[in-house]
């Protein structure tokens, strides 16, 4: 015999392995399209940075966090012996007309001559992005 609504509801409640839906189902989904969105755009960027790296090393890792505005990356350069780990510790994005405009808010790296020198030339800046990579980044953030 088929169980009420009612006792079917009590069934539910009472079974320990009943996960609720709602918003904590509806958060997790959140939290699992943003990380997609996140190596989407790793993925994108990775390419078009060892385009331009390819006669001196390539990216071996990047992480992105648009959430949090965070980037990690890790390179391996000709003449390293080590990667070297870069970090942004806090980024911007704007747009000025058609250009969409990065600016780094704080970055650190593993080596203390570069974290000095994006610090004093890089971190600050409103570096113009290429007009494609302002596109993806209209569309994934």
Excluded at 89 to 95: A, D, N, P, Q, V
Excluded at 100 to 112: G, K, Q, W
């Amino acid at each position: 015999m088929a169980k009420s609504r009612v006792a079917r509801a009590r069934s539910v409640a009472g079974d320990e392995n009943h996960k609720p839906t709602g918003v904590p189902a509806t958060k997790g989904l959140l939290d699992v399209l943003h990380r997609s969105k996140d190596a989407t755009l790793a993925f994108t960027a990775r390419i078009a940075i060892n385009a331009k790296l390819r006669s001196i090393g390539q990216m071996t890792e990047i992480s992105i966090d648009t959430k949090n505005k965070r980037v990690r990356v890790r390179l391996e350069l000709l003449g390293e012996k080590e990667p070297i780990e870069v970090e942004i510790l806090r980024y911007s994005l704007k747009e000025k007309g058609e250009t969409t405009y990065i600016t780094i808010e704080d970055a650190t790296s593993s080596r203390e001559w570069l974290t000095v020198a994006l610090r004093e030339f890089v971190v600050g800046q409103d570096l113009a992005l290429p007009a494609k990579a302002g596109a993806v980044l209209k569309f994934l953030t």
